[in-house]
């Protein structure tokens, strides 16, 4: 295991272990360990963005792409999506309620709900009507939290017009290769629990979404086990330790490109 997925194991344990003071209600215990745990989930229940956030200000030349990261956690696990000057940017398929929140879990939901969320927005082929305040917004059902970023274009910026811009401008985005906008990058959660792992992409249509193991197994004809949901996400039934703790890869694909991410899912024994 790499030092990053490590890293990544031993925070998700000490938020487990916030997470299981509340759905268990261990009040009886005041030792200092478990006050940390309650100072933890007392931070950790409430919404907030981690270390990836994106700047707030970038200048951008003409025709030059800019991708803007942000990542939230919360519990349950927030989704993420993007504003500029204040107006919702279209990305992936018509969203609906059931894409807000992992509505998919609500059959058999788990007591911990913890984790962390990745977004990206890419500005291709900058010009002049690219400026604006592009805003990150990370909700959860219960609360809502946003950062800005300001997009200031520079025409004085060295000229990366290509080809790609070019071709795109009068194809007008009919053949926009997929790209993943949203998805999980770590969760933890209760064995016994159903758990929703996110994965959004945009591009032309049709998108073809595959999972996979870290071992490189393709996770599909489990349907009992197992659900690709038409939004890209992945349903896991009744996770267990054994069998679903570890990596996961998303990939999204079209007629014209792929893309992939992945993220780590981590399952508690009770």
């Known amino acids: 295991m790499q030092l990053e997925q490590i890293t990544t194991v031993f925070s998700l344990v000490l938020l487990l272990c916030a997470g299981l003071a509340r759905a268990m209600s261990l009040k009886r ?3 200092p360990y478990m006050k940390r745990s309650k100072a ?3 931070v950790y229940r409430d919404l907030f963005f981690k270390e990836v956030i994106p700047p707030a200000s970038v200048e951008v030349g003409p025709g030059s792409s800019t991708v803007l990261m942000c990542e939230a956690g919360g519990n349950p696990p927030p989704t993420i999506h993007w504003l500029r000057n204040g107006e919702r940017i279209k990305q992936g398929i018509p969203h609906d309620s059931a894409d807000e ?3 998919y ?3 058999n939901r788990g007591p911990v709900q913890i984790g962390n969320t990745k977004s990206e927005l890419v500005i291709d082929c900058a010009s002049r009507a690219s400026e604006g305040t592009y805003t990150c ?3 959860t059902p219960t609360r809502i939290i946003t950062t800005d970023s300001e997009v200031i274009f520079n025409e004085k910026m060295p000229s990366k017009i290509s080809g790609k811009c070019l071709s795109r401008a009068k194809k007008q985005g ?8 949203m998805w999980t990058s770590d969760r933890a959660e209760l064995a016994g629990a159903d758990v929703q792992l996110y994965c ?3 591009g032309a249509r049709p998108l073809h979404y595959t999972w996979f193991k870290e071992d490189g197994e393709v996770i599909e004809g489990k349907r009992d086990e197992y659900e690709v949901l038409p939004n890209g996400d992945l349903l896991i039934r009744n996770v267990n330790f054994e069998n679903h703790m570890g990596g996961y890869k998303c990939e999204a694909k079209n007629a014209f490109g792929k893309d992939t991410t992945s993220g780590l899912f981590y ?3 009770p």
Request: no cysteine.
């Open 29 to 31: 215990f005041e030792d």
């Open 40 to 42: 933890a989930l007392k």
């Open 101 to 103: 929140t992992t509505t």
């Open 105 to 107: 879990e609500r059959h």
């Open 137 to 139: 917004v990370a909700e």
């Open 174 to 181: 009919s053949q926009e290769p997929a790209r993943i906008v």
């Open 200 to 202: 959004r992409a945009t």
């Open 267 to 269: 399952v508690f024994r």
